[in-house]
């Protein structure tokens, strides 16, 4: 597919002979030759001046899922739209495995990208509305596995939280250790419940009054042999946060299968947190934490996208989320600066806009401390005074290009 990124429309004057769209594939971009219409009764919908898509042609009234729900009138705009910014996570791998030197903070006062200037590119000029700001465990603590946090290291993470937070965009607190200390499982032979509960009650007594922190429990679990136990694990953190204080703030549950929003049912994720409540019963701003890549093996490791991943996950995981009556935000997406990747990712967007009653939005991975040349780089680059951003953002990504965030 043939990115182009120049300005200004060009209406739907031509019509190519090379046959019908599928439903939700492309039908329109500036420069396009592909198919100008669609199959099976769906429309060509203008999104913005790079995209257009076949969408049902009863799109825009409510559908209808194999429970009765249906999917409200008032979808269409996403809540939350942002980037990653990471570095103090860098040398944490999917063991657990780390150490608090290999975090490489993006503060420019220790040597990294300008964290908090990209942050505030990003609100201003882009429309992004919120920041995760992965930590590793080993860093919050000096390599210790307790819930104390080491203060020195925690005021360099705390210093990157207060830029997010002045951006006025709502900021996550991300435990990026995939649910294990050194190879073993939190709850099922690792850090005891416990032990886990009193770090979330250390993090979360320090931001219980910032109604825009969001707290994500943990990053990527997987693998864990049992996921009753592991519902236990994340239940004794939700509770640790609600009794330090921080009643309100969301809090994202963490399934297994590194979060894939395409197996959070079918791996018996859904169903062992949909246990997880507040101390009062209710599951108030309990939002189950999804991750889905549009590479050939959803891992985020290849530049060429392959799916918008609406079939096989967006679309069963709405339907089940609105049948339950519990959201989710998909907190780690991404994909490579090519033309693939920009024809895909505009349709999962497009899509998760369409169903922002169950869906609350997307965050980008990644920028902060990440080089232009890596595989998933949204780290924008700054000129003069001037930010350029990456392909991927300016052309999909950014809500002041796709118009699809509130």
Known sequence: ??????????????????????LYAQCEWLGWTGATTCDNGADCNYK??????????????NTASTCGASRPASAGKLKYAGVNIAGFDFGTDTNGDGSASSA??????????????????????????????????QFLTDNVGTGTLN???????????????????????????????????????????EVFASLWNSLASHYASE???????????????????????????????????????????????????????SDGSAEALSVVTNPDGSHTNLVFDVHKYLDYDSSGTSDTCVTNNIAEAWEPLSQWLRCNGRQA????????????????????????????????????????????????????????????DQPLVKSCMAPSVNNLVA
């Open 1 to 22: 597919m043939k990115a182009v990124h120049a300005l200004g429309f060009i209406g739907f004057t031509a019509f190519s002979v090379r046959g019908q769209a599928a």
């Open 48 to 61: 913005n001046d790079y995209y257009s898509q076949c969408l049902p042609a009863s799109a825009t009234t």
């Open 104 to 137: 490489y903070p993006p503060l420019p006062q220790y040597y990294g990208a300008d964290g908090p200037a990209q942050m505030a590119h990003f609100v201003k000029d882009d429309k992004f509305n919120i920041f995760r700001l992965p930590v590793s465990w």
């Open 151 to 193: 203060q020195a290291y925690f005021a360099e993470y705390d210093t990157l939280v207060q830029a997010c937070l002045a951006t006025g965009a709502s900021c996550v607190i991300d435990i990026h250790n995939y649910a294990r200390w050194y190879g073993a499982i939190i709850g099922q032979g690792g850090p005891s419940n």
């Open 211 to 265: 109604s825009r922190i969001v707290f994500g429990i943990m990053n990527e679990p997987h693998d864990l042999p049992n996921i009753t136990l592991w519902a236990q694990t994340v239940q004794a953190a939700v509770t640790a946060i609600r009794n330090a204080g921080a009643t309100t703030q969301m809090i994202l549950l963490p399934c297994d299968n590194y979060s894939s929003a395409e197996t959070l049912v």
């Open 329 to 388: 935000l998909n907190t780690e997406t991404g994909g490579g600066n090519t033309a693939s990747c920009e024809e895909y990712m505009c349709q999962q967007i497009q899509y998760m806009a369409e169903n922002s009653d169950v869906i609350l939005g997307y965050v980008g991975w990644s920028a902060g401390n990440f080089a232009s040349t890596y595989v998933l780089s949204e780290t924008p680059s700054e000129n003069g005074g001037t930010w350029i």
